[in-house]
């Protein structure tokens, strides 16, 4: 199992990604979190903007298939979309999170 961590510029676009996800079976849970404030810096200047966070669960085969949708109708030119390895679960949990992904 895996957990992808992206943002999106408010909670409509979080939701049709995390929608589309689902409905082609790439993973199996979003956890999308209300907004918070992120800082960084592009094109040489410092930003301030209202994000929303999610986290995505799926199965670690199919981050590069997921990370690809995500690329396909995400509005951000260079979106955050990190994976992070999980070496310990609920064995029953990841079980249930194989079964509602493609790949059993």
């Given at each position: 199992m895996t957990l992808i961590y992206s943002t999106a510029p408010n909670m409509?676009?979080?939701?049709?990604?995390?929608?589309?996800?689902?409905?082609?079976k790439l993973?199996?849970?979003?956890?999308i979190?209300?907004?918070g404030t992120s800082i960084y810096?592009?094109?040489?200047k410092i930003k301030?903007?209202?994000e929303i966070y999610f986290i995505l669960?799926?199965?670690?085969?199919?981050?590069?298939?997921?990370k690809e949708e995500i690329l396909k109708i995400?509005?951000?030119?260079c979106p955050a979309i990190v994976e992070i390895n999980v070496d310990n679960t609920h064995l029953p949990?990841?079980?249930w999170v194989k079964e509602q992904t493609k790949i059993t």
């Open positions: 409509e676009t979080a939701e049709s990604i995390a929608s589309h996800l689902l409905e082609i993973i199996a849970c979003a956890n979190f209300p907004a810096k592009w094109e040489g301030k903007e209202s669960k799926t199965n670690k085969k199919l981050f590069k298939q997921v995400h509005p951000y030119d949990f990841t079980h």
